[in-house]
């Protein structure tokens, strides 16, 4: 093992990798019965509860391409969860919202992800939560110069 894969940064950074991983795997089980997939959820996010965002402006917040927004709001759009509205300032790219059914189930998510935060979390003192907290953004914050 190199030098840096036993410093302490370089666990730090091999434990969100897995952490992310197991999350993901851990939020694509909540969603099951809902009928969404784990990037329906995320852009269904940005959308809630009555935001409207073009696929672009989703894709910048989200950092993922135009061209996978677009697929999974034709999901969206496809499940009758959000629906397209005219875009004053580009003719071509339509703002996307949530319909009412679409706002109902992400309450719905929502509330059975708090449920799973408050159980992760449970055994976690608050002021090692608020440190770790302010430990990733600014971990954040270094990466996207934001």
Same mark, same amino acid.
């Given at each position: 093992?190199?030098?840096?894969? +036993?410093? #302490? ?12 991983? &197991? ?6 089980? %909540?969603? #099951? ?5 784990? &990037?329906? @959820? ?7 509860? #009555? ?5 672009? #402006?989703? &894709? !910048?917040?989200?950092? $993922? ?7 999974? $709001? %034709?999901?969206?759009?496809?499940? @009758?969860? &959000?629906?397209?509205? +005219? %875009? ?14 679409? @706002? !109902? ?8 992800? !708090? +449920? ?11 002021? !090692? ?18």
């Amino acid at each position: 093992m190199s030098k840096a894969a +036993e410093s #302490e940064q370089y666990q730090v950074i091999w434990l969100i990798r897995r952490l992310f991983r &197991a999350l993901s795997q851990k939020s694509s089980g %909540n969603l #099951e019965g809902f009928g969404i997939s784990v &990037a329906d @959820r995320a852009v269904m996010e940005f959308l809630y509860p #009555e935001k409207m965002l073009s696929v672009p #402006e989703i &894709a !910048e917040q989200y950092k $993922v391409s135009r061209q996978h927004v677009q697929v999974t $709001v %034709n999901s969206l759009l496809a499940s @009758r969860l &959000a629906v397209t509205k +005219e %875009n004053p300032r580009h003719k071509r790219s339509p703002l996307i919202m949530l319909n009412a059914k679409g @706002r !109902e189930l992400f309450s719905a998510v929502l509330e059975r992800d !708090e +449920e799973a935060i408050k159980l992760l979390f449970s055994h976690t003192p608050k002021n !090692e939560v608020q440190i770790t907290r302010q430990t990733l953004q600014s971990l954040l914050k270094e990466l996207t110069g934001g």
